[in-house]
């Protein structure tokens, strides 16, 4: 995995446990990539997803907090 995928899995799992992983790779399919693919450049579009997808499994202003942290790696 790169270093920024590895941040990311870092950031989130505190917010979502066990199911970072499997949350993170629905997220990245919506770009069409692979979560070890993910480039700096992907991660503003990544937080869109967290955030819309995140707010229906958690509360939305932990969704929105996830997301802003994913933005700004």
Request: glycine content about 2%; proline content about 5%; some cysteine.
């Amino acid at each position: 995995m790169s270093a920024l995928s590895d941040q990311v899995l870092a950031i989130t799992r505190p917010y979502l446990g066990p199911a970072t992983d499997k949350f993170m790779t629905r997220q990245c399919a919506h770009l069409k990539i692979d979560v070890p693919a993910l480039e700096q450049s992907h991660l503003e579009e990544l937080a869109k997803w967290v955030n819309v997808s995140g707010k229906l499994i958690m509360d939305p202003s932990k969704a929105l907090e996830l997301a802003k942290k994913i933005a700004n790696l």
